[in-house]
T-cell receptor, first 113, second 111 residues
């Protein structure tokens, strides 16, 4: 099993550009989520999904969109990138959300100029 | 609101000594407490977890203790080794659709 994969590993954007961060898992997990990690802030939840076709907002959803058309994939879209979105983004999946282990991807380091 | 406080933010210990990281949580409904280790340039990885019906759990050099009355839990690493250097996150789950992370502890193992 590849586990949770994320692409790209690094990305530089200009303010106002849009892009999609890809996330895929091959563990047949129903729950998937996106976090951003900033220095001193820990992991903050952006959006999550409890299954295909179902998504919900986390702690910091503004400026991001998600969709879940399949169990395997959970892309994160930045609609109009801003410098405040410079961060490291992690995708995670789990058998059940919350009270089960989360499996994290390797992360995408995004810089917005 | 729901919160997980983690201390210290940075910890340096001599190789071979023990390291202890402490977390407190605010929601008494929390019933699942995982610990994650994040090495440089990688995603967090689960190292140990404990549920509220258990007071202590051990896995080789790593142990976690839980005090539900005081709403705190701790990670203990004994006989520390250079590869233990990393950032460690605690987390608490107050219900099955929510998990709250602490802000992390950067552990340095000194030679």
């Amino acid at each position: 099993n590849a586990g949770v994969t994320q692409t790209p590993k690094f990305q530089v954007l200009k303010t106002g550009q849009s892009m999609t961060l890809q996330c895929a898992q091959d563990m047949n997990h129903e729950y998937m989520s996106w976090y951003r990690q900033d220095p001193g802030m820990g992991l903050r939840l952006i959006h999550y999904s409890v299954g295909a076709g179902i998504t919900d907002q986390g702690e910091v959803p503004n400026g991001y969109n998600v969709s879940r058309s399949t169990t395997e994939d959970f892309p994160l879209r930045l609609l109009s990138a801003a410098p405040s979105q410079t961060s490291v983004y992690f995708c995670a999946s789990s058998y059940l959300f919350g009270d089960y282990p989360q499996y994290f991807g390797p992360g995408t380091r995004l810089t917005v100029l | 609101g729901e919160n997980v406080e983690q201390h210290p933010s940075t910890l340096s210990v001599q190789e071979g000594d023990s390291a202890v990281i402490k977390c407190t949580y605010s929601d008494s409904a929390s019933n699942y407490f995982p610990w994650y280790k994040q090495e440089l340039g990688k995603g967090p990885q689960l190292i140990i977890d404990i549920r509220s019906n258990v007071g202590e759990k051990k896995d080789q050099r790593i142990a976690v203790t839980l005090n539900k009355t005081a709403k705190h839990f701790s990670l203990h690493i004994t006989e520390t080794q250079p590869e233990d250097s990393a950032v460690y996150f605690c987390a608490a789950s107050p219900r099955d659709d929510k998990i709250i992370f602490g802000k992390g502890t950067r552990l340095h193992i000194l030679p």
